[in-house]
């Protein structure tokens, strides 16, 4: 039997390239396809605001298995069709998406997990998610690839797909409002955007950090 060091370290180093996998599988179709069809598709629908709506949550659906740019996807749905369309098609789009990268991890990459991990250390990791499994899904939202990654990873390890649809919902509204509000098609605003969502991001994770910490 291993020592306890050693056995935690062994355990941090599989977790370690567990989390490093999912993040190469979602990053190969950006690798070798890009998206840069995205914004052509988008402009084909541009003067039809109900075709751009069902455009744009099919794409996010798919952000999980496709190179999509979500960020791209709803600011363009908001400067084109409204800021209310920009927020109820991202939200919708990006809640189909969850439900998606859900089923992808259970499906394809929750049966290479026990590859990676012996039964105790999966039911381990298992554990660990559900324990703080709103505030991380809630902090990664907002960060491209490791939005999709911690969907798949919490999936992979069992966690239930109603309760990963619960937790990210709120987020998700949250991140279509600012990127919708935020549509003026600039660049500038667009970074701008994506620096409250990951400020906000830290400013959630520091906070549950902090009700989490043991009181003295």
Request: hydrophobic letters at 60%.
């Amino acid at each position: 039997m291993l020592p306890p060091k050693e056995s935690s370290r062994r355990y941090t180093a599989r977790v370690a390239g567990f989390v490093i996998f999912v993040m190469v599988v979602v990053s190969v179709p950006f690798v070798l396809w890009g998206d840069d069809f995205v914004a052509p598709l988008l402009a084909s629908q541009e003067h039809r605001a109900i075709g751009l709506v069902l455009l744009a949550i099919a794409l996010l659906a798919l952000d999980s298995v496709a190179p999509v740019p979500a960020t791209l996807v709803i600011m363009f749905l908001a400067a084109k069709a409204g800021v209310v369309a920009g927020i109820v098609g991202g939200t919708l789009g990006m809640a189909a998406g969850v439900v998606a990268a859900t089923w992808f991890g259970r499906a394809a990459v929750g049966r290479m997990a026990p590859n990676f991990f012996p039964e105790a250390e999966l039911e381990r990791l298992r554990a660990g998610l559900q324990k703080n499994l709103a505030l991380t899904l809630a902090c990664w939202r907002s960060v491209p690839v490791l939005a999709e990654t911690s969907v798949i990873l919490a999936a992979a390890a069992g966690i239930p797909a109603a309760r990963i649809f619960r937790v990210t919902l709120l987020p998700n509204f949250v991140i279509a409002v600012i990127y919708s509000v935020a549509a003026d098609d600039s660049f500038t605003t667009a970074c701008v955007a994506f620096g409250v969502t990951l400020f906000a991001s830290l400013a959630l994770w520091r906070w549950g950090s902090a009700r989490a910490a043991p009181r003295p």
